[in-house]
Nanobody
């Protein structure tokens, strides 16, 4: 079982920045991929960005050039750096990890609100 704890959400003005953290209960070195998703009210959960064990990253078109996913293996933590935030980025952000055996786990989510 993997426990994930997200933090760093909050209220920010449009154009501002936030950094979300997702701390895992154990080593993240063995994870195949770590991802950030978000879900806005009345909408489906969508993939924001992913980082694989080899460091490969990919992003949703809506956040490319503004968001960046990174990982610190020593701290068992994955980050989502969000810059140039827009009101449409308002959502609950979730961390998801996928193990090499394909099991996956979700964090509890952290609210991000961007005011115009």
């Amino acid at each position: 079982q993997v426990q994930l704890v997200e933090s760093g959400g909050g209220l920010v003005q449009a154009g501002g920045s936030l950094r979300l953290s997702c701390a895992a209960s154990g080593s993240i070195v063995s994870f195949a991929a770590m991802s950030w998703y978000r879900q806005a009210p009345g909408k489906q959960r969508e993939l924001v960005g992913t980082i694989t064990s080899s460091g490969y990253t990919n992003y949703a078109d809506s956040v490319k050039g503004r968001f960046a996913v990174s990982r610190d293996n020593a701290k068992n933590t994955v980050y989502l750096q969000m810059n140039s935030l827009k009101p449409e980025d308002t959502a609950v952000y979730y961390c998801k990890v996928v193990r090499r055996d394909s099991r996956y786990y979700w964090g509890q989510g952290t609210q991000v609100t961007v005011s115009s």
